[in-house]
């Protein structure tokens, strides 16, 4: 989501032109975003280095502003590792900005000379929407940050604590681009099932019992404005999905595409990966699910190869694969991130070799899967 309130911070409300060609660099945002996850620090790094060599060739020099979960991991009460080590792989960045700093980026380029006073006193932070490149669907933050803490998982220290936005501010938002004519919406979140709810709470939330949330009561919400024809949101998780949510699948404009994420198909593996949910929690979910709407299209997220996954517990995910006929499947090999409590006390055990061809396997079950469904 940075990518597009940058984008609009950028070009729409201070009005810089943008200038990229590979030769001449006018104006560059290093958007270290976990779209990439794994490969997102390579790639940041190995684009500095062209900018460097741009540089060593005499062209312009370009100002480098790191903004997002790179900068978010070595800053704020849950750092990863120390601010200084990013900086010393990165000499190149002049200024660093957190996913919660993005807003001062018009203050930062004053400072340092980027923009004029009348540019900086012209950005309204109150009325900075993301870009959008579609003109009917638009993509809806309702919370930052995220309390679960996976083990596998950085987003935790990189984006911080989960943070909800008022449901005043999400309607006005969406409001706002519902008089420009978008009609779909998704709501976007790391765990949306927690939106609005307490750490209290949230934590005491079951998968599939009868509590109530907050954010099924906001897409009841939103279902009801004049003007939206459709209601998609990502992510879920199963162990706080409750009766409540289900309910809402029920609802003519919410998607028939539900995302939930999974990781594993053993027990002793979602133990490990610290998941608060069961492979039956699971299967009883999208059971109950379905009956509520009987064309849903499910997508989920899977790790091979965490620290201690022997081939039986990795034949549980393939198990897993071949009963709930996964429409999407985003199918990552386990690495560790520095920082992570996976990574700080699980030994990275299965060779990656074994990994590979554990990807390998369940691609090919899911591919199959797919085709047999058609």
């Known amino acids: 989501m940075e990518i597009q309130i940058i984008d609009s911070i950028w070009f729409d409300k201070i009005g810089v032109v943008k200038i990229f060609d590979g030769k001449q660099t006018k104006w560059y945002i290093g958007k270290s975003l976990m779209e990439k996850k794994r490969r997102a620090e390579m790639m940041i790094i190995r684009n500095g280095k062209e900018l460097k060599e741009m540089t060593d060739e005499g062209k312009s020099t370009p100002f ?48 340092n000379g980027l923009i004029n006073e009348w540019a900086m006193k012209k950005f309204d932070p109150e009325k900075v929407y993301g870009s959008q490149t579609d003109n009917k669907h638009v993509f809806i933050n309702i919370s930052t940050g995220c309390d679960n803490f996976c083990a596998f998982c950085v987003v935790p220290y990189s984006r911080g604590a989960e943070k909800s936005r008022s449901k005043e501010e999400i309607i006005r938002e969406i409001q706002h681009y519902l008089l420009r004519g978008f009609t779909d919406f998704t709501l976007c979140a790391q765990n949306v099932n927690s939106w609005g709810l307490s750490m209290v709470d949230k934590f005491e939330i079951r ?88 064309d849903l299209e499910l997508g989920t997220d899977i790790i091979v190869g965490f620290p201690g996954e022997t081939e039986e517990e990795f034949l549980d995910t393939i198990k897993l694969f071949e009963k709930v006929k996964f429409d999407v499947a985003f199918i990552s090999i386990y690495s560790p991130r520095k920082g992570t409590p996976s990574e700080k006390h699980l030994i990275d055990d299965v060779p990656l070799t074994e990994k590979k061809s554990r990807h390998a396997r369940l691609m090919k079950v899911w591919q199959e899967n797919k085709l047999r469904n058609k």
């Open 207 to 294: 998968s599939g019992s009868d509590q109530k949330l907050p954010f099924a009561d906001l897409l009841r919400e939103i279902h009801e404005l004049e003007g939206v024809k459709k209601i998609d949101f990502l992510s879920s998780n199963p162990f706080d999905f409750t009766s409540d949510l289900i309910d809402v699948f029920k609802l003519p404009k919410i998607s028939n595409y539900l995302h939930m994420a999974v990781q594993s198909g053993n027990n002793d593996v979602l133990k490990r990966m610290n998941r608060r949910h069961t492979v039956e929690d699971f299967f009883n979910l999208i059971e109950r699910i379905r009956e509520a709407k009987p």
């Open 64 to 111: 480098i502003v790191m903004a997002g979960c790179m900068v978010g991991s070595v800053t704020g009460e849950r750092q990863r590792y120390a601010f200084e080590e990013l900086k010393k792989r990165t000499p190149w960045v002049q200024e660093y900005i957190n996913p919660h700093q993005i807003m001062n980026l018009p203050e930062l380029l004053f400072k």
